[in-house]
């Protein structure tokens, strides 16, 4: 049988992961608060699931394609500009956005209010992506484009540089 047959199987005694409203993974990375609610450690890597605040006016990652996993945003309060492309969609609660691999896209808080998102990473690829941002700020170096490109490079993940 091979490894990923093994994994598709349903487990005789499958644990459980309960994440309350206080617990989960926090990572900060300037003016977004992220809960990492699921890492993939439970799911057999194939989703993981995180919640982030942005706070009026920040301003996301550059604009990206991933080429190994889907990602989606479901918007729980205010308002997120995506651009996919050179197009912008303003996402306002209760609207989900799935962008497939390869698609360019990047995310915003333009308004003067909070937004809250939760993000799914499928397989859970990208959880560690946030983590090396959160290790460059912690080592107190400044997190710049480049850096932001360097960990999304670990990551299958590289700059739609053609629509900068």
């Given amino acids: 049988m091979t490894e990923e ?3 598709n199987e349903p487990q005789a005694d499958p644990a459980v992961s309960v994440v309350g409203p206080d617990d989960g993974e926090t990572i900060v ?3 977004t608060r992220m809960r990492v609610l699921e890492d993939g450690s439970h799911t057999g890597h194939r989703l993981a699931i995180a919640e982030s605040v942005l706070a009026p006016h920040t301003q996301g990652p550059p604009q990206h394609r991933h080429a190994q996993h889907d ?3 479901y918007i729980l309060s205010g308002t997120v500009r995506f ?6 969609r303003d996402a306002t609660t209760g609207t ?3 962008v497939p691999p390869g698609t360019p896209h990047t995310f915003a808080n333009l308004t003067d209010q909070p937004a ?6 499928t397989p859970d690829l990208y959880v560690q992506y946030f983590r090396d941002l959160q290790d460059v700020l912690a080592g107190g170096r400044p997190l710049t484009p480049q850096a932001n490109i360097d960990a999304m490079s670990r990551y299958a993940t590289e700059p739609a540089t053609d629509l900068a």
């Fill in 116 to 121: 809250v998102m939760l993000s799914t990473f």
């Fill in 71 to 73: 990602e989606g945003f």
């Fill in 5 to 7: 047959a093994r994994t």
């Fill in 96 to 98: 989900l956005v799935m």
């Fill in 29 to 31: 990375l300037g003016t």
């Fill in 83 to 88: 651009t996919v492309g050179d197009e912008d």
